[in-house]
């Protein structure tokens, strides 16, 4: 047993939401998003288990960008080599696994909307940029500050206030435009 309890408490509660995050991030492979996770998880507890516990949920979210951001980096690389150098066959990608996100309703109707929803949400969310993305999920799902948000990302508080806006304005367009329930604007809140 660690004699870190709180620490150990964090891991446990960050670690489902970290994992809609990355899961956001690879397009749903969830099992590079699971090693994302992990390993950010596994940073954390080893280099700052001393820290406040008020800076592990910044600091674990940095290191779980510059995770997401290496990954990134290391599929635009393997993208150019498999285009130079793979062969004519086709690649078994693990599709998208949006359904996790949605509620699980009772009903088949509400089950059917709640998919319907969560997949036009998830699919607005991913088209952001990275910046945008990362800072509408950091402030809106992990309810993170400005300030730590910022410290988090790297980025200044007035960068977190812009993308944060953005976001907001983008994905609200996006999901108003993207209505095939009626022609008019349907009321989410985001």
């Known amino acids: ?3 870190r309890p709180a620490l150990d408490r964090f891991c446990l509660e ?3 939401r970290a994992m809609r995050l990355a899961l956001l991030e690879t397009a749903g492979n969830s099992h590079v998003a699971a090693d994302l996770v992990h390993d950010s998880l596994e940073r954390l507890v080893s280099r700052y288990p ?3 516990e008020a800076e592990w ?5 940095g290191i779980l960008r510059n995770r997401i951001t290496d990954w990134h980096r290391r599929r635009k690389v393997e993208r150019v080599f498999d285009f130079f150098f793979a062969g004519d066959e086709d ?12 509620d699980q309703a009772p009903g088949p109707d509400q089950q059917v909307g ?8 998830a699919d607005a969310v991913a088209r952001l940029s990275s910046r945008q993305r990362q800072v509408f999920l950091l402030r809106e799902m992990e309810d993170m500050t400005i300030a ?4 988090a990302m790297n980025i ?6 812009t993308h944060h806006l953005r976001a907001l304005t983008r994905l609200r367009e996006w999901l108003r435009d993207d209505n095939p329930a009626s022609g008019g604007p349907e009321h989410h809140e985001i």
């Open 50 to 52: 001393d820290k406040p």
């Open 148 to 151: 730590d948000t910022a410290r």
């Open 14 to 16: 960050v670690r489902p």
């Open 1 to 3: 047993m660690s004699a």
């Open 57 to 61: 949920p910044p600091l674990f979210y």
């Open 156 to 161: 200044s508080e007035g960068s977190v206030k």
């Open 91 to 102: 690649s078994d990608g693990e599709a998208p696994g949006w359904e996790s996100l949605a």
């Open 114 to 121: 709640s998919l319907q929803l969560a997949g036009r949400i």
